[in-house]
């Protein structure tokens, strides 16, 4: 019988840093903490509204949406991508791709500090630690070229014949 604790979001971030027990001490103070690009995930850094638009690409085309980090006050988001998956969206404008050690500013997962949140995928019975499958490269590329191109499909009707603002 496997009696491991199963790691939480938290730890697998903490990980990255240096050290990872500062981090969570920092987290459990209800403060930011500096995580770190590079062992377990790339990082790429996309504008607020470009991400929102390619978020919304992704889940009408039907993809699975990882853990990304967004800043209001930034107007910037982070969205963490496999490793050496960066290398295949360094082309692509609009967005930069963080190298490896560059530290990330990041409150704990489900909290909302600094004006920071993650925004992360629901666990299911078949993904219980949904936040380890992280968003396909490929596909934010695609993404991000529809979102820069065009606006999302909209579930709102237009105003009916007559209505005034």
Excluded at 35 to 62: C, H, K, M, N, Q
Excluded at 75 to 97: K, N, S
């Amino acid at each position: 019988m496997n009696t491991a604790r199963p790691l939480s979001m938290a730890h697998w971030l903490a990980a990255s840093a240096p050290r990872p027990d500062a981090v969570l001490d920092l987290w459990a103070q209800g403060r930011t903490a500096t995580v770190v690009t590079g062992p377990y995930w790339d990082t790429v850094e996309i504008p607020l509204g470009l991400s929102s638009r390619t978020a919304t690409f992704l889940t009408y085309r039907g993809h699975h949406i990882g853990p990304h980090l967004l800043c209001g006050a930034e107007r910037t988001a982070w969205w963490l991508v496999p490793t050496g998956g960066g290398q295949t969206l360094a082309d692509v404008g609009q967005l930069r791709v963080l190298p490896p050690g560059c530290p990330i500013i990041a409150p704990r997962p489900g909290a909302y500090t600094g004006n920071r949140l993650w925004i992360l995928p629901e666990p299911t019975i078949r993904t219980p630690r949904p936040w380890l499958r992280l968003t396909s490269p490929q596909a934010l590329r695609a993404a991000i070229g529809e979102a820069g191109r065009s606006r999302p499909p909209s579930r709102v009707s237009a105003p009916a014949a007559g209505w005034r603002s």
